[in-house]
């Protein structure tokens, strides 16, 4: 699916406050200067607070130190270098497109906690996929938030997109249901499915979860062919144990990760790739339903480093 389009500027304004902290911070830090082992300390203290991880940070570190120390690395300018070198090493080549059926529909559930950003983020997928000349519904199921459906309406309104919806509290699993059933009928492309953030306890989120990807499933065959958790970046480390949670729940198959234009803590895609084994597929780069990106290992690096102009 040759979908959301890869604009450097839009990506680099995005992660703004993660560069000016991290990049120009690094850059101040080191350029023309002679590393040292109190520099490296700094260093480490400096990914640290753009929410790296431990794990990467250290493994990062001990590399670093040792290459210092072996003479191999020297100067500051050649440390910048090596971190991004570093940072971009840390993943695999993976299939980060977002999955298709080879029938229609292609159905998407969409998961999360209230706050994340969920409900716009469908929306953003939403826009992207009619961009592309795609057909597109809206699957309104996330009826125990009060506005939710509400807000999910809006956007089709906007968007020019169809929605099904049920009344307020009404069962999720039903709405998914109907939405599959509208689905089929109107020979739409892809059916997108916003879901329940939050019931009385965690265990009722994760039990309705799953009856809603079994009643897809039920009423399409290889259904849904996509599950997208959406992690608020700016909630940091709290984000990982979110997504172990869901992943336990509902088998998540990528990441949408929204709000990177509110947090200097753009780090945090590294500590989801070592603590998970989900891929990052998009990002959420402003709050307009264009800014959305396609991750991309490197240009996300890169832009973590981005000079202002």
């Known amino acids: 699916m040759g979908l959301f389009k890869t604009v450097f500027g839009a990506l680099k304004k995005g992660l703004a406050k993660t560069a000016e902290v991290l990049g120009a911070g690094l850059r101040s830090l080191l350029r023309g200067r002679q590393l040292s082992e109190e520099l490296i300390d700094e260093i480490e203290r400096r990914l640290i607070a753009a929410d790296v991880g431990v794990k990467a940070t250290r493994e990062i570190i001990d590399k670093l130190r040792a290459d210092y120390r072996a003479g191999l690395i020297a100067k500051g300018d050649d440390a910048l270098a090596f971190l991004k070198t570093q940072l971009k090493s840390r993943w695999t080549e993976e299939d980060r497109r977002i999955a298709t059926s080879a029938a229609k529909p292609t159905v998407i559930l969409v998961v999360g906690v209230n706050g994340a950003g969920k409900t716009t983020s469908v929306a953003k997928i939403a826009k992207s996929l009619k961009d592309e000349g795609r057909s597109v519904l809206l699957g309104a199921a996330d009826t125990f938030r009060a506005g939710a459906v509400a807000q999910l309406t809006i956007w089709a309104?906007?968007?020019?997109?169809?929605?099904?919806?049920?009344?307020?509290?009404?069962?999720?699993?039903?709405?998914?249901?109907?939405?599959?059933?509208?689905?089929?009928?109107?020979?739409?492309?892809?059916?997108?499915?916003?879901?329940?953030?939050?019931?009385?306890?965690?265990?009722?989120?994760?039990?309705?979860?799953?009856?809603?990807?079994?009643?897809?499933?039920?009423?399409?065959?290889?259904?849904?062919?996509?599950?997208?958790?959406?992690?608020?970046?700016?909630?940091?480390?709290?984000?990982?144990?979110?997504?172990?949670?869901?992943?336990?729940?509902?088998?998540?198959?990528?990441i949408f990760l929204a709000k990177l234009d509110g947090t200097a803590k753009g780090g945090i895609v590294v500590a989801i790739r070592d603590a998970l084994d989900v891929p990052v597929k998009l990002v959420g780069v402003g709050e307009r339903p264009e800014d959305v990106e396609p991750f991309d290992p490197d240009r996300f690096v890169e832009a973590m480093f981005e000079e202002e102009d």
């Open 157 to 254: 309104e906007r968007l020019g997109i169809e929605i099904v919806k049920g009344t307020q509290n009404a069962d999720p699993a039903a709405v998914a249901f109907d939405a599959c059933d509208a689905a089929l009928a109107r020979g739409v492309d892809t059916l997108l499915i916003d879901t329940a953030g939050r019931l009385h306890t965690q265990d009722n989120l994760m039990r309705q979860l799953t009856k809603i990807k079994a009643v897809v499933a039920k009423k399409i065959p290889g259904a849904p062919h996509e599950v997208l958790l959406v992690l608020d970046a700016t909630s940091g480390q709290n984000a990982i144990e979110q997504a172990r949670i869901f992943k336990g729940a509902v088998e998540i198959s990528g």
